[in-house]
């Protein structure tokens, strides 16, 4: 990631022996307390992106589902049928 002007703070409150175990942890990386825990809360937070916002298929899946958002919609009676009728915030 770029080098950034940092201007914001976060604060936390954690347990005397949490902030023991992670200024263990930075230690042992060669780094403060906050580039570890910027770090770390960095890849939680684009693993928790990334698992709601990005998927993988294998490639005999990809083209299956390729195949599926080029055909043409099929015909659903049901869904006609629902949209035909007014909304329940119209009735």
């Known amino acids: 990631m770029p080098s950034q002007t940092k201007v914001e703070r976060v604060a936390l409150r954690l347990a005397a022996a949490d902030k ?29 992106l990334n698992e709601q916002t990005r998927f993988v298929l294998s490639p005999e899946a990809l083209r299956k589902f390729a195949a599926a958002l080029d055909a043409p919609p099929r015909d659903v009676p049901a869904l006609r049928k629902l949209f035909a009728s007014p909304s329940v915030l119209e009735r």
């Open 20 to 48: 023991v175990h992670l200024s263990r942890a930075a230690k042992l990386q060669g780094r403060t307390l906050s580039e570890f825990m910027l770090a770390a809360s960095r890849e939680a937070a684009d693993l928790a």
